[in-house]
């Protein structure tokens, strides 16, 4: 390669209005489905109360573990009276669960340039581009993703959409894994469900810790850039990831 390789070159707007097209949103699907259980009906997250709880809650997250963040704070933090949260949200859960639904696409959107990729795009820049993409997401989203981290497992409100996304992720990398083996891109290897789950889940812990501080070897979500694409190109390629002329991760 003759210049420094850019994380998102050969993945161009054009390319994901395409990938748009052809992948139809489900974000206000999925909100719709998860507040079946709320009060007193179903709504889309586009009102200005709704955002504005959205808002507040992830601020607050910033500051505050989910488990101590009161229901109360909420609704100081974002100017709205009990009534109206209660109108919206059965509780603090639901609100995160809120948040993970709105974000879903734009998770979804983070894998694009490795599953849809161009033309042009080897494998390993289709891989870096997308976890560049992928850490990128989780850093604006960080509150509400340590959150689901932290709970998805022993909220059910929480748990059945997050397992959902997981099922997602799963499936459209475990099918990109089948096209490469296929083409004799990559060579043969565990089954391709199960390869695809350990390397997404082990992303999401790796990421989660590193935005603790708590290991001196990553003091932050970038510092995993490195790791986590040695990691993915040795599982789905078998082999130490070509050079890139020493190309920095994007800022």
Not at 93 to 118: H, N, W
Not at 188 to 212: F, H, K, N
Request: glycine content about 8%.
């Amino acid at each position: 390669m003759s210049e420094a390789w850019q994380p998102d070159r050969g993945h161009s707007r054009g390319a994901e209005r395409g990938s748009d097209r052809a992948r139809p949103r489900v974000a206000s699907q999925r909100l719709g489905l998860t507040r079946r259980t709320d009060r007193p009906r179903g709504h889309q997250g586009t009102s200005g109360a709704e955002a504005a709880i959205f808002a507040a809650t992830e601020q607050l997250l910033e500051r505050e573990p989910l488990h101590e963040l009161s229901v109360a704070a909420i609704m100081a933090e974002a100017g709205v009276s009990r009534a109206t949260f209660y109108f919206y949200f059965s509780s603090k859960y639901a609100v995160v669960v809120g948040l993970l639904a709105e974000v879903m696409d734009e998770m979804f959107d983070s894998v694009q340039p490795f599953i849809t990729r161009d033309a042009g795009m080897t494998p390993q820049e289709g891989l870096r581009a997308s976890i560049q993409a992928g850490v990128e997401m989780w850093l604006r989203h960080r509150p509400a993703l340590r959150a689901i981290h932290e709970h998805w497992n022993t909220t059910e409100e929480l748990r059945s959409l997050w397992l959902s996304v997981i099922a997602r992720f799963t499936q459209a990398l475990a099918e990109q894994i089948d096209r490469d083996r296929a083409a004799g891109i990559s060579p043969p290897g565990p089954d391709s469900r199960a390869l695809a789950s350990t390397l997404l889940w082990g992303a999401e812990c790796c990421l989660y810790v590193a935005g603790l501080d708590v290991d001196p070897s990553f003091r932050h979500e970038r510092d995993m850039l490195e790791p986590l694409y040695v990691i993915w190109n040795g599982a789905l390629f078998g082999a130490a990831p070509p050079a890139v002329d020493g190309a920095p991760w994007g800022p």
